[in-house]
Each structure stands twice: as structure tokens, then as C-alpha cells.
């Protein structure tokens, strides 16, 4: 029997949203081992109202990782 347990996390990114999803699991890989996937839940982005250009891609995921026993 195997158990995971699901984390939600936000990720940023100046470059785009794969690299803020890629930036959330970068830094969750420091203290979780084990992780099996992410599901993307959420994607946002803030614009800069002078230029109306992206200028920061954020990502809202939900990473989920084994259970050590």
C-alpha cells in the first residue's frame, strides 16, 4: 500500500509559466524527496501597465510526493 501527500505551492517566473512551475519544483526538491508529479492549477501573470507586456508569469500547482515510512 502506498500513501502520497499533495502540496500546494506558487511558482514565479520573468521568463514564462513553464519556467515558474519549473522554479516551484526546483525549490520544493530541497527539503521534499520522493516527488511523483505536479497538476497545474492556476496561471496568472502581472502586467506592466505602462507597456502592457508580461512581466512576471506566475503558477499555481499542487505537487505530490511519497509517503517514507
Known amino acids: 500500500m502506498s500513501v502520497a501527500k499533495i ?3 506558487v511558482g514565479t517566473s520573468e521568463k514564462g509559466w513553464e519556467d515558474a512551475a519549473q522554479t ?3 525549490e520544493a526538491t530541497k527539503t521534499i524527496r520522493g516527488i511523483h508529479g505536479i497538476e497545474v492549477k492556476d ?3 502581472k502586467i506592466d ?3 502592457g507586456k ?3 508569469y506566475r503558477v499555481g ?3 505530490s ?3 517514507e515510512r
Open 61 to 63: 500547482i499542487k505537487l
Open 43 to 45: 496561471i496568472t501573470a
Open 24 to 26: 516551484a519544483v526546483k
Open 7 to 9: 502540496v500546494e505551492l
Open 65 to 67: 510526493f511519497g509517503i
Open 49 to 51: 501597465s505602462k507597456t
Open 54 to 56: 508580461i512581466r512576471q
